[in-house]
């Protein structure tokens, strides 16, 4: 055991490599933007165009359908050649996108249509961005630091979450929702930024002469992903989660003004509990990994993350017990799919086989996000037939059944980070 320790390679930190600094900052600014319009975009729908909660889920479905129609095909695309310059296309493609959503609004030309068109080209760009982002982390850091590196990236999504919903509802007091959205597009400027002076030489897998056609490799992605258990435990985890998850999260704008009372700066208050819990889950996933197995921090995840949206649903109307027991509810869960979401990613890059990968992660995109607008589109249907409260109980009912297929996985099993070779 001490020949092997001694063959081992030492790594710098994470805050002594250049490129993953790099990384992390544009990341940061990119996902402090992202928080910003989180809020201020629905804020935009519901305060400037009068949306009701049917419209709303429509929104909110042109945000995810990209990645349903998108995902496998771009996977292919990506896989075969450096990811570094598609972040960056994709990072000014979007801030010009935002650009031009806050104009037409400053103008009065906003309409319901062009938001909705504008919103799916945004995630037709983040589509491209997210999975080169998760493909070329294994390319930036040594394999040995995946969990932590993913850990550092979770904590500035956390911290942004902690600062960025509440921030935004203030703005959107102060200078509109319209003026506030200029902070997305000068975060992705930020991104593109940092991206450009990173240096790399990325690992993109050899093409062989005569490689197969776009239909076959994006086959053999979707084999490797569904034929191994562990990869397609993963699959199933993320998509049955965030499908029903996305769904609360999408109405809850709407049942906190118009069924609690809550002001915009409140309701912004209130989700950025849920990055207390999440920076809190960051900072403590890799010990936990480390202590019971990162198939157990996976399942106990789902757990912790589901429940409390079940008792939002359940919210008094009196603000006095109304604004700490919404907060509970979203720092739990936050804690929860935290910890999830870093132990899901850093397995899958850790296990799947290098050219595989891009491929992987985009039907994990595909299914984990693409259903999402599923499920957001549903709960504002719902939303329109029943009570505010039904919709986002039956959403949290559906995010439990991500808790029931973990504990059947054979996740159960995986008391260490696996290895490519496996």
Wanted: neutral net charge.
């Amino acid at each position: 055991m001490q020949e092997e320790k001694s063959i081992e390679p030492a790594h710098p930190p994470l805050t002594r490599q250049g490129n993953f600094v790099k990384l992390w900052t544009g990341q940061t600014a990119a996902l402090i933007g992202y928080e910003i319009s989180e809020m201020a975009l629905p804020l935009l729908a519901i305060l400037v165009l009068e949306t009701d909660a049917g419209e709303l889920g429509i929104i909110g479905a042109a945000r995810w359908l990209p990645f349903l129609l998108f995902s496998l095909w771009a996977g292919v695309w990506i896989e075969r050649r450096r990811r570094i310059p598609v972040m960056i296309a994709a990072d000014l493609t979007r801030a010009a996108l935002m650009i031009a959503v806050v104009s037409l609004a400053l103008t009065d030309l906003l309409t319901l249509p062009i938001l909705i068109a504008a919103v799916f080209l945004l995630g037709a760009g983040t589509v491209m961005f997210d999975i080169s982002y998760t493909t070329v982390l294994p390319s930036v850091v040594p394999q040995e630091q995946l969990v932590k590196a993913n850990g550092w990236l979770q904590a500035s999504g956390s911290v942004a979450q902690v600062g960025g919903p509440g921030f935004a509802g203030v703005l959107v007091q102060w200078l509109t929702a319209p003026v506030t959205l200029l902070g997305q597009a000068l975060s992705f400027l930020v991104s593109g930024g940092c991206l450009a002076a990173i240096r790399i030489d990325e690992k993109v897998p050899e093409q062989p002469e005569h490689r197969p056609n776009g239909l076959t490799s994006l086959k053999e992605g979707l084999v490797m992903a569904f034929g191994d258990p562990v990869l397609r435990s993963l699959v199933g985890i993320g998509a049955l989660f965030n499908m029903f998850s996305q769904w609360v999260v999408a109405m809850f704008p709407l049942f906190a003004i118009r069924e609690i009372g809550l002001s915009a700066g409140t309701m912004g208050a209130v989700v950025s509990a849920a990055a207390v819990g999440g920076l809190v889950g960051s900072m403590t996933v890799g010990r936990l990994s480390e202590r019971i197995g990162p198939g157990r921090v996976i399942i106990a995840s789902s757990v912790i993350a589901s429940i409390p949206f079940a008792l939002v649903a359940f919210s008094p109307e009196r603000h006095a017990i109304a604004i700490p027991w919404l907060i509970a509810c979203f720092a739990v869960a936050g804690y929860g799919w935290t910890i999830g979401g870093i132990m899901i990613t850093s397995v899958r890059q850790a296990y799947t086989p290098r050219a595989f990968l891009a491929r992987v992660n985009a039907t994990y995109r595909f299914l984990g996000y693409g259903l999402v607008s599923v499920g957001v589109f549903a709960g504002g249907l719902l939303g329109e037939a029943a009570s505010l409260r039904t919709t986002l109980l039956v959403g949290a009912i559906g995010s439990m059944t991500a808790m029931v297929w973990s504990i059947l996985s054979p996740l159960r099993g995986l008391r260490k980070m696996p290895a490519q070779e496996a």
